[in-house]
């Protein structure tokens, strides 16, 4: 199965920028759908940003024109590319994977996940 590991996780103020990094093992990277998830203390996980096998993005209203997803599928790697930072990005970001996702933006369409990574903003 799919092994996942984020790094790239920090703290920072309002207004700087984090790029983070998910390291994929285990299967065919370039056939995953891949997915940038968050989830806050009392919040339930939302789908941050995501990229189909074929290529197709999709974003959280609140992160269009300042988060970008991308991969390099030499290095089975996928990133999240964060500017503008608000505080209320403050969250531990999970990177997923799946075979085959609809949605992509959905919790439950992923079937693999990471640890997270922490990221927290101030204001």
């Known amino acids: 199965q799919v092994r996942l590991v984020e790094s790239g996780g920090g703290s920072v103020q309002a207004g700087g920028s984090l790029r983070l990094s998910c390291a994929a093992s285990?299967?065919?990277?370039?056939?995953?759908?891949m997915g940038w998830f968050r989830q806050a203390p009392g919040k339930e996980r939302e789908g941050v940003a995501a990229?189909?096998?074929?290529?197709?993005?999709s974003y959280i209203d609140s992160v269009k024109g300042r988060f970008t997803i991308s991969k390099d599928n030499a290095k089975n790697t996928l990133f999240l590319q964060m500017n503008s930072l608000k505080p209320e990005d403050t969250a531990m970001y999970y990177c997923?994977?799946?075979?085959?996702?609809?949605?992509?933006?959905?919790?439950?369409?992923?079937?693999?996940w990471g640890q997270g990574t922490q990221v927290t903003v101030s204001s």
């Open positions: 990229i189909d096998s074929d290529g197709f993005l």
């Open positions: 285990g299967s065919t990277f370039n056939n995953y759908c």
């Open positions: 997923a994977a799946d075979p085959d996702v609809l949605d992509g933006l959905g919790t439950v369409e992923y079937r693999y």
